[in-house]
T-cell receptor
Framework: DVKVTQSSRYLVKRTGEKVFLECVQD?????MFWYRQDPGLGLRLIYF???????EKGDIPEGYSVSREKKERFSLILESASTNQTSMYLC????????????FGPGTRLTVT | KNQVEQSPQSLIILEGKNCTLQ??????????LRWYKQDTGRGPVSLTI?????NTKSNGRYTATLDADTKQSSLHITASQLSDSASYIC?????????????FGKGTKLSVKP
């Protein structure tokens, strides 16, 4: 079974703090993704990566950066957290190519106060 | 503009009843269509994935249909159970472009009552 794990289920941070969200997958997938999910807006892609050290911006990259130093690990970084980044963050992974299924992690609910 | 519209936004049914969720899309060029189930506070889990040439796919009590001509899909749930209470998300993938090119619907929230 594919397993995608995220470092925290719940996180509370203060405005201006630097926040790291980590995602690990155990299926040797090339692609990894970071989404945020907000009520009424659905899932929106922040960044994705198709290889180590490679990344591409998604629909809403502003205020975020990512790091992929190892194939199995993909980190999302909020350089200076703001209240409008309060959201559910979901990581996903898939094989290379656009037609393969994405496997999602359990999500991290981040609250920025 | 590529879009995926789902209806209804929410639905309440009694346990044991059947229901059908709808997904209309304007995505081109079409690659595949996926249905995901998302329990509250959890990540989405794949139910089905269909390519252009497939018009029906089942996964237990879940049956997805695809009409590529009218650009419509439906997810039919048979003999609903309390555990079917969740959001159901329709996702369409387009050929070409980047590998992050999935278009997500906003989901249908299903509540199954005893």
């Amino acid at each position: 079974d594919v397993k995608v794990t995220q470092s925290s289920r719940y996180l509370v941070k203060r405005t201006g703090e630097k926040v790291f969200l980590e995602c690990v997958q155990d299926m040797d997938h090339e692609n990894m993704f970071w989404y945020r999910q907000d009520p009424g807006l659905g899932l929106r892609l922040i960044y994705f990566s198709y290889d180590v050290k490679m990344k591409e911006k998604g629909d809403i990259p502003e205020g975020y950066s990512v790091s992929r130093e190892k194939k199995e690990r993909f980190s999302l970084i909020l350089e200076s957290a703001s209240t409008n980044q309060t959201s559910m963050y979901l990581c996903a992974s898939s094989l290379l190519g656009g037609s393969y299924e994405q496997y999602f992690g359990p999500g991290t609910r981040l609250t920025v106060t | 503009k590529n879009q995926v519209e789902q209806s209804p936004q929410s639905l309440i049914i009694l346990e044991g009843k059947n229901c059908t969720l709808q997904c209309n899309y304007t995505v081109s060029p079409f690659s595949n269509l996926r249905w995901y189930k998302q329990d509250t506070g959890r990540g989405p889990v794949s139910l089905t994935i269909m390519t252009f040439s497939e018009n029906t796919k089942s996964n237990g009590r879940y049956t997805a249909t695809l009409d590529a001509d009218t650009k419509q899909s439906s997810l039919h749930i048979t003999a609903s159970q309390l555990s079917d209470s969740a959001s159901y998300i329709c996702v369409v993938s387009a050929y070409g472009g980047s590998q992050g090119n999935l278009i997500f619907g906003k989901g249908t929230k299903l509540s199954v009552k005893p």
